[in-house]
T-cell receptor, first 114, second 114 residues
Framework: SQELEQSPQSLIVQEGKNLTINCTSS?????LYWYKQKYGEGLIFLMM?????EEKSHEKITAKLDEKKQQSSLHITASQPSHAGTYLC??????????????FGQGTILTVHP | GAVVSQHPSWVICKSGTSVKIECRSL??????MFWYRQFPKQSLMLMAT?????????EQGVEKDKFLINHASLTLSTLTVTSAHPEDSSFYIC??????????FGPGTRLTVL
């Protein structure tokens, strides 16, 4: 089965600082998803990456997928307290019985101090 | 974007009773719904995949007789935790997808078994 390793497990930054969260897969990724979760709530979809070298941005968040499709990074520029939460990467497999299923990393807890 | 709702948002029950959780796609027809479980400070673990009109596919280690899944229509899937015990207390989240594209997550249901 596919395993996803996120780093760091937790991150504390001062408001205005930039930060990066990484997600590494043991297998080639078919689809890589980034979600944000507030404690006790559902997941908020951020971005999906499928192509090697792909990069997407939304507001101050940028996600990249490397050429080999085994590593993704999520970068937040000029962090704000509203960015605080747990960031989860999830990946789908290309086919077979695992098609469409999401495997998640363990999450990165982000705290942003004002 | 697509909206997925869950009901109830939280439930407390006595040990030995059964609890039903509903997952609805409000503005789209979902070909597949997934059920996840999340324990405190842990990531989401896929429990089962539910396709409308067919039997659910359970992940290894998930008891199908304990976690009954019914997917009666393209907009509704239900998860029934039968004979619940304290160790079943968790945060249950569903997601819905169309043709295995982006997964839209519900807000989650917190189950506490006394």
């Amino acid at each position: 089965s596919q395993e996803l390793e996120q780093s760091p497990q937790s991150l504390i930054v001062q408001e205005g600082k930039n930060l990066t969260i990484n997600c590494t897969s043991s297998k080639t990724l078919y689809g890589l998803y980034w979600y944000k979760q507030k404690y006790g709530e559902g997941l908020i979809f951020l971005m999906m990456l499928q192509k090697g070298g792909e990069e997407k941005s939304h507001e101050k968040i940028t996600a990249k997928l490397d050429e080999k499709k085994q590593q993704s990074s999520l970068h937040i520029t000029a962090s704000q307290p509203s960015h605080a939460g747990t960031y989860l990467c999830g990946a789908t497999n290309a086919g077979g019985t695992s098609y469409g299923k999401l495997t998640f990393g363990q999450g990165t807890i982000l705290t942003v101090h004002p | 974007g697509a909206v997925v709702s869950q009901h109830p948002s939280w439930v407390i029950c006595k040990s030995g009773t059964s609890v039903k959780i509903e997952c609805r796609s409000l503005d789209f027809q979902a070909t597949t719904m997934f059920w996840y479980r999340q324990f405190p400070k842990q990531s989401l673990m896929l429990m089962a995949t539910s396709n409308e009109g067919s039997k659910a596919t359970y992940e290894q280690g998930v008891e199908k007789d304990k976690f009954l899944i019914n997917h009666a229509s393209l907009t509704l899937s239900t998860l029934t935790v039968t004979s619940a015990h304290p160790e079943d207390s968790s945060f249950y989240i569903c997601s819905a997808t169309v043709q295995h594209n982006e997964q839209f997550f519900g807000p989650g249901t917190r189950l506490t078994v006394l």
